[in-house]
Each structure stands twice: as C-alpha cells, then as structure tokens.
C-alpha cells in the first residue's frame, strides 16, 4: 500500500526515554523516503487535543536527533479517553490518516483501545526503560538506563569502601526489577526488585553479611516499589498522572533508618531519579531505536494497524520484527528464572541476558 501523501502524526508519550529521538528519526526518515506527509505531535495524546500542538516535519532535520536522548516532540502521561469526543473531532478535522504512537504500556495500551473500539488507524513503538513489556526482547531505552545504573553502582562503591558506608540507591522500574537487578554487573551487593514480598530480616541479614565481606561497606539497590512489609512505607508520589496510576518513593529513607538502628552502621540514600531515563542512547541503544522507527512506517505501507515493532533474539541474531499490540501489553516481570529472590542476586540467565543487551 502506497504512503504517497498519505497524512502520518508521529508523537512520544509518557516517562522519559534515552531512544526517543532516534525512534522519531527512523519515523520521519522512512516516512519521507516512502513520500508521506509526516506531522509530529507535542506532549504525547495531548497533541490531538483542542490546545495541542501539530507541527509539519517536511523540512525539519532530523539528523540532528539521530544521536540525542530525549524527545524533541516531549512527553506527558496524558490520557486520550480523557477527551476523546475532542480527539476524534481533531484527527478529522486535520485529516490525518495514520498515527505512530511511541510509548510504554499506558501509552500503548490506550493506542491498542482506541484502534480496537474506534477503528483509529494507528501503529505502536515500545519504550520504556523498565522493560517491562512482552514480546520485544528488550525496550528501547532500557540498555542506556541499564549502562547508566551499573556505571553510577560502579563508582559508588569507591566512596563506600573509603568511608565504610552502606549506600541504597533507589531506583526507577515501577513493577518490574530488570532495571534494578542490572546493577549486579555494576556492583550491587543487595538488590531489592518490587515483584515479590521480601522480609526485611532477610534483608538486614544479607546486607551485613556483604557488608563484612566487603570489609566494611556494601551498596543496596532498591526498587522504589519494592515490597518490604509495613515498617517500609515510603511515600506516595503526587505526580499528576492522566492513566491514575500510584507510585512510591523514598522508601529507602525507611530502609536506611532500619539499617542505622539496628545494625547500627553509617547508611546513606541516592536517588539517581530520571537521570537514569536521560543522557544520550548507547550505540545498541540507537541502532535499534531507529530500526524500530522505520519498521513501524513499513508495518502502516502494509496496512497493519493495530501493530508495533518489536526487537526479538532469533537464535544468536537480534532483528527487528513485528507483533500485534495485543500481545506487547501483557506485563514482563522478572521471575524465579532470572533472580534468587533468597538471595536476593540475578541469577546466571539474568547475567547473561543482559550481558547480549550490552556487548
């Protein structure tokens, strides 16, 4: 199927993503390769709103994104069924044919509702950094956030060593311990995913085994959604948030002042924060984003809507390939598999998967 003049709207929705501008690069260099019309969007769904934003991309450059993090066409988690008579009435009215949606689940699974119950044309490209979708091998994203936790775990512990400190990093990854679990490779002496219960007991003991192993100091790596029963509560984030979803920060302040009671040893906090979704994409990072980019023009040319890219391992080899959206939605969490969740370590499976993400 032809794209010749065909109208595509390209945009980025949700947190923030070190591949975001290199999948709009592959977006807007395919779609003008194959001579469609390419828009791009500003702040995510909120773009097809009455107040949004469209802008013309025909003469824009896009090789000045190709190797910058962020999204020039910046975010938000805004929730299109919030004005979705609005949005409608838009898409008409600006005869917009296709749309590309980059983004993570909410995002997605907002695309994936609206192509099911409203027949809007579109096609998806996942990313998040806490790689936690199904059926792509990784999202785009999650390598970059991956080099930068293990680097920063790295050259913590120096510091920890010469001042006999525990540090606790905490970490982003919402419901999903991949991000946090890479830090192994870094370092990590204790890591703390959020998909199972763990006993803070347990944690305390480990954490003081390491502690002296080390010869006195140790770095924890905690999920900020990490569930550690009542004495770790944390906070509630006040992020305005379109898709209602709650989340949690600074329970390790609640995991410091346990460790400073009852062991009774120096503990410090570090929150990298959204830095760890910032910087520029690594090459493996980049050279994926744009594939995935490109390959999402070429699923709308064959008419497959309701579609997105994905990276999948075949054998030895990572491609690019395709999935229904359907299939991408369903959560990706780490398991018994990939994690001694007694331990409280990556397993072997875990290391060497994350090992084939950043060769």
Known sequence: MSLENKKILVFTGGGLSPAFNPILYGVIKEAKRKKAKIYGGF??????FSEGKIIPLKNFDEEKIKDKGGTFLRSS????????????????????????????NDTLNAAYKLFKEEKIFLVGVPKTIDNDLSETYWTPGFPTAAYRLINFVKELREPAYTLSRIFIV???????????????????????????????????RITLQKYKKNKNFAIIVISREAQLGDKIKGILDDQKDGYKVIRHELKCWDLRNEIKR????????IIPGNWLESGNPIPIDKK??????????????????????????KKNKIVVDSAPLEKLLKNKFLDETYFDFKKLIPKKKFINYIKTILR
């Open 43 to 48: 702040y995510g769904w909120q773009c097809l």
């Open 77 to 104: 988690r805004t929730n299109p069924y919030i004005k979705l008579k609005e949005l409608k009435r838009n898409l008409k009215k600006k005869a917009i044919d296709y749309l590309v949606v980059i983004g993570g």
């Open 170 to 204: 905490e970490t982003m990854g919402q419901n999903a311990g991949w991000l946090a679990s890479s830090s192994f490779l870094g370092g990590a002496d204790v890591i703390i995913p959020p998909e199972r219960y763990i006993d803070l007991d347990r944690v305390l």
């Open 262 to 269: 009852r062991l009774k040893i120096d503990a410090k906090i």
């Open 288 to 313: 994926f984003a744009i594939k995935l980019g490109k390959k999402a023009i070429d699923l709308l040319s064959k008419g497959k809507f309701g579609w997105t890219s994905i990276i999948k391992k």
